[in-house]
T-cell receptor, first 113, second 110 residues
Framework: NAGVTQTPKFQVLKTGQSMTLQCAQD?????MYWYRQDPGMGLRLIYY???????DKGEVPNGYNVSRLNKREFSLRLESAAPSQTSVYFC????????????FGQGTRLTVV | SQKIEQNSEALNIQEGKTATLTCNYT??????LQWYRQDPGRGPVFLLL?????KEKRKERLKVTFDTTLKQSLFHITASQPADSATYLC?????????FGQGTELSVKP
């Protein structure tokens, strides 16, 4: 079992280009999340999906869109990349309900030049 | 405004000592609090969860306390080892979301 798989692992974009970060899970968990991590800032929530068919904004949603394609997959799209979106992006999953731990993917390191 | 703050400075300790990391929060009412470990280039890995009605939780050499009056959690690693060197993140659970602090880097010297 891979748990949470993110693709790609690394990406360099030019300002204004678009791309989609993919996240897939094989743990049958309901909730999926996208975070970004910047030095000294910790993990900041971009968007999350409590279940298939629902998505909600987190702390820093501007410049991003998401799609919960099915229970397994949750994608993050940058329509017009900006240098401020240079970051490491993590997808996470958790089971529904309170008191559940989150499982993280290995991250996508994105550089926008 | 809502804030989660962890020790801002890196923590350097000697092998065998107890490491104590702090997580303070303001303007949150979390149902629970979690601690994660993150190694360079990797995603965070879950360590412990403590609920709002629990004062203390232990797992092997790890101990977490949760004081909802002080709005603070302490994370202790006893008999620390160089392999414990990593960044440790606290996270609050509220409304189905996990909100993270910025992390504290721990370095254990032999």
């Amino acid at each position: 079992n891979a748990g949470v798989t993110q693709t790609p692992k690394f990406q360099v974009l030019k300002t204004g280009q678009s791309m989609t970060l993919q996240c897939a899970q094989d743990m049958n968990h309901n909730s999926m999340y996208w975070y970004r991590q910047d030095p000294g800032m910790g993990l900041r929530l971009i968007y999350y999906s409590a279940s298939e068919g629902t998505t909600d904004k987190g702390e820093v949603p501007n410049g991003y869109n998401v799609s919960r394609l099915n229970k397994r997959e949750f994608s993050l799209r940058l329509e017009s990349a900006a240098p401020s979106q240079t970051s490491v992006y993590f997808c996470a999953i958790s089971d529904q309900g309170e008191y559940t731990e989150a499982f993280f993917g290995q991250g996508t390191r994105l550089t926008v030049v | 405004s809502q804030k989660i703050e962890q020790n801002s400075e890196a923590l350097n300790i000697q092998e065998g000592k107890t490491a104590t990391l702090t997580c303070n929060y303001t303007n949150y009412s979390p149902a629970y609090l979690q601690w994660y470990r993150q190694d360079p280039g990797r995603g965070p890995v879950f360590l412990l969860l403590i609920r709002e009605n629990e004062k203390e939780k232990r797992k092997e050499r790890l101990k977490v306390t949760f004081d909802t009056t002080l709005k603070q959690s302490l994370f202790h690693i006893t008999a620390s080892q160089p392999a414990d060197s990593a960044t440790y993140l606290c996270a609050l659970g509220q409304g189905g979301k996990l909100i993270f602090g910025q992390g504290t880097e721990l370095s254990v010297k032999p």
